[in-house]
């Protein structure tokens, strides 16, 4: 079965710094990967996906992840971190022939100090 | 395009008491699912369903039912309200193919309390 670990339950950061939430997956075949973003109160806004190619991909509002199949890992990164970024992350891991079925991990709650 | 929409938002019921959260897509998405969010628990997946008439239970079933009597809707049941079914329920979709079926779309969640 597979599963994802978010090591970081709450992080803080201060605005401008740079961004690293760490996502480690368990897979046996080549896993499709994603970063969900969920602010206060609202649902789930997709980030960005890796389902194969380039590891190093790009998303929305400046967010890149990469995979690294070597250590089982889809980091998400940030180099400069706005206080609108302040919101829960959520890395997930799904397959191909599954069907709206996704793994999520616990969720890793970024704070952002002024 | 309004996307996954969810109904009601929030929702007190009492031990016992049944309910239907509605979800509803007008993205002509053939899958659907459903999940709850709890703290510390990331999103678990309850039930799930390929198309019209067809569905199949995911992580966390037991206390839910489903339907997909059309591909637009896709309504969760809970049957006896426990307290251990209050939560944040999110309803998603996604369209076909291999890498497509898994990129979901999200409603904006239904908060249950079940005193």
């Known amino acids: 079965a597979q599963s994802v670990t978010q090591p970081d339950i709450h992080i803080t950061v201060s605005e401008g710094a740079s961004l690293e939430l760490r996502c480690n997956y368990s897979?046996?075949?080549?896993?499709?990967l994603f970063w969900y973003v969920q602010s206060p109160g609202q649902g789930l806004q997709l980030l960005l996906k890796y389902f194969s190619g380039d590891t190093l991909v790009q998303g929305i509002k400046g967010f890149e992840a990469e995979f690294k199949r070597s250590q089982s890992s889809f980091n998400l990164r940030k180099p400069s971190v706005h206080w609108s970024d302040a919101a829960e992350y959520f890395c997930?891991?799904?397959?191909?022939?599954?069907?709206?079925?996704?793994?999520f991990g616990t969720g890793t709650r970024l704070q952002v100090t002024l | 395009n309004a996307g996954v929409t969810q109904t009601p938002k929030f929702q007190v019921l009492k031990t016992g008491q049944s309910m239907t959260l509605q979800c509803a897509q007008d993205m002509n998405h053939e899958y659907m699912s459903w999940y709850r969010q709890d703290p510390g628990m990331g999103l678990r997946l309850i039930h799930y369903s390929v198309g019209a008439g067809i569905t199949d239970q995911g992580e966390v079933p037991n206390g839910y039912n489903v339907s997909r009597s059309t591909t637009e809707d896709f309504p969760l049941r809970l049957l006896s309200a426990a307290p251990s079914q209050t939560s944040v329920y999110f309803c998603?979709?996604?369209?076909?193919?291999?890498?497509?079926?898994?990129?979901?779309?999200f409603g904006a969640g239904s908060r249950l309390t079940v005193l």
């Open positions: 897979y046996g075949a080549t896993p499709y």
């Open positions: 997930a891991v799904g397959r191909a022939g599954t069907a709206s079925k996704l793994t």
């Open positions: 998603a979709s996604s369209p076909t193919g291999l890498q497509g079926a898994n990129v979901l779309t």
